[in-house]
């Protein structure tokens, strides 16, 4: 089991950027990395994912504006948002998958003003 804690969110005008956190409250070096996106009304949308390696994959609404990354000393996963679209809005959630299962975090608010 892993506790992941999210932040980072806010509110921005369209075309700015913001970088969501994602703290593990233990090494998750072994562990696969995902940020999703629900915007309002709908369900859990997969936006990147970045694995022990480094390895990334992004939706295709996001490549070339969205950067995920981790920091294995610092048990934190990253998303770096920039050019961002009103379409972004929604509540953004980091998921840890490993061996053991998976875990969720509780959620950051984004919400982008056009």
């Known amino acids: 089991q892993v506790y992941l804690t999210e932040s980072g969110g806010g509110l921005v005008q369209a075309g700015g950027s913001l970088k969501l956190s994602c703290v593990a409250s233990?090494?998750?070096?072994?562990?696969?990395m995902h940020w999703y996106q629900q915007a309002p009304g709908k369900l859990h949308d997969l936006v990147a994912t970045i694995t022990p390696n480094g390895t990334t994959n992004y939706a295709d609404s996001v490549k070339g504006r969205f950067t995920i990354s981790r920091d294995n000393a610092k048990n934190t996963a990253y998303l770096q948002m920039n050019r961002l679209k009103p379409e972004d809005t929604g509540v953004y959630y980091c998921?840890?998958?490993?061996?053991?299962?998976?875990?969720w975090g509780q959620g950051t608010q984004v919400t982008v003003s056009s």
């Open positions: 233990r090494s998750f070096s072994t562990d696969t």
């Open positions: 998921r840890a998958r490993g061996y053991w299962g998976s875990s």
